[in-house]
């Protein structure tokens, strides 16, 4: 009886590791799937990992401006780094949150001064530089250090195909 209750609890134990190893597996895959791959987007190269911040460790990624993600509901943040056309680097930001309501709310924070309207998601803005935009419960943020017509274009570009991918 003793060694029945011992390879019972060994299989649940194995069962349960290999269940949590699954469930971590799925969840990077999914992390690393909201973001376009290198030559996905003509002339983007995605030259690093994405990166995970849980909403507990925000304020390590986003210095003194976290707990307006938290109080929107932020689950957790994804970021990526990209460069475009070998010579422009920017970084692409993907906030989940709990409802899409969250999502409106931190994009309706966003000044309008100096933006125009674009078309992706639910409601878009493209700045000299950047782009936001929110969809369902995500709101991306893509900011390049640079502001060329051509970088402008290409930023929209970026973002629609991470709209695409956001589920």
């Given at each position: 009886m003793k060694d029945s209750c011992n390879s019972l609890m060994l299989s649940i134990t194995i069962l349960a590791t290999s269940l949590t190893l699954s469930c971590a597996s799925q969840s990077s895959t999914n992390a690393a799937s909201s973001f376009p791959e290198s030559n996905e987007v003509q002339d983007w190269a995605k030259p690093g990992e994405t990166r995970i911040f849980p909403a507990d460790r925000l304020s390590e990624y986003i210095d003194g401006d976290a707990e307006k993600y938290i109080q929107a509901g932020v689950q957790r943040t994804l970021t990526a780094d990209y460069?475009?056309?070998g010579k422009v680097d920017a970084v692409a930001d993907v906030f989940i949150m709990k409802t899409a309501d969250g999502a409106a709310k931190v994009f309706k924070s966003q000044s309008v001064t100096g933006s125009a309207p674009a078309k992706i998601g639910d409601a878009a803005r493209l700045y000299p530089g950047?782009?936001?935009?929110?969809k369902g419960p995500y709101f991306v943020r893509i900011i390049a250090f640079d502001s060329t017509p051509e970088v402008q274009q290409a930023l929209v570009t970026l973002g629609r195909a991470i709209a695409a991918k956001l589920n």
């Open positions: 460069r475009f056309a950047s782009l936001i935009f929110c």
